[in-house]
């Protein structure tokens, strides 16, 4: 009989689980294709299930199936790999610099930035699991896809149903790298995150506009201004017929 090949720093009862995981990332990739137009709640109760048998998973687990399934078929594979591991609390607070970019490696479109920035990068930074320098290297990218990375990470700093508390000296720092950056996807960041710092601190933000007034985009000066005057990121069209 042949001796079982255990994996480098893992014990057998985790190298089980480890040989689940690949089987379970087919079962998940085949099971999504044959259901490529389900709509979002839909997608979330199909992951539900997958939280559900991952509850007692090892984080290192749940991260590898997540990293697996990055470059699966289709968007959907790489939205149930985000929300597993956000969903899953010990693979969430388990994030590090290097799982983030292998977890963010091929993150092309306004979708996957997103999702990646605001469920595992954002929280994981929120949280100190990663250096400020990490995010700030993002913004300092060529690639214009991970720019808008580190600028939608600084949401899960101060949005309140994402877990912020508030942050401004953090997010006003990150902004204050992509200030010149008319790239459209960083602009719409930067208008957003700078509106969700002011719902939290509206004047480091109003100082940050006059600072920066000559910098940033005419649209990040209208959003931002019209958020902090009335709370809304743009006028309210008036009723038909008016």
């Not at 602009?187 to 933000?205: N, T």
Request: net charge positive.
């Amino acid at each position: 009989m042949s001796e079982q090949v255990v994996q480098p720093g893992k014990t057998q009862d985790q190298q089980l689980v480890w040989g689940d995981i690949d089987a379970l990332r087919a079962e998940i990739e085949e099971r999504l294709q044959a259901q490529s137009r389900l709509k979002t709640a839909e997608i979330r109760a199909f992951r539900r299930t997958y939280s559900s048998r991952l509850a007692h998973v090892p984080a290192c687990c749940v991260i590898e199936l997540a990293i697996q399934l990055r470059d699966g078929p289709g968007s959907l594979s790489r939205f149930v790999a985000y929300e597993l591991v956000y969903h899953h609390q010990a693979a969430l607070r388990s994030l590090g610099e290097q799982e983030l970019e292998q977890l963010g490696s091929g993150i092309n479109s306004w979708g996957t930035v997103d999702t990646f920035a605001c469920y595992l990068a954002g929280p994981a930074w929120r949280e100190h699991q990663v250096p400020d320098a990490l995010i700030h290297r993002w913004a300092r990218s060529m690639d214009c896809w991970w720019r808008r990375a580190a600028v939608v990470s600084t949401v899960a700093l101060n949005n309140r149903a994402r877990g912020g508390a508030g942050d401004s000296a953090r997010t006003l720092s990150l902004c204050a790298l992509v200030v010149e950056d008319h790239d459209e996807m960083v602009v719409k960041a930067l208008s957003w995150a700078l509106r969700e710092c002011s719902k939290r601190d509206p004047q480091a933000v109003q100082r940050f506009l006059r600072e920066h007034e000559d910098q940033l985009a005419a649209r990040v000066l209208r959003e931002v201004r019209h958020k902090l005057s009335t709370g809304l990121k743009t006028p309210r069209r008036p009723p038909k017929g008016c």
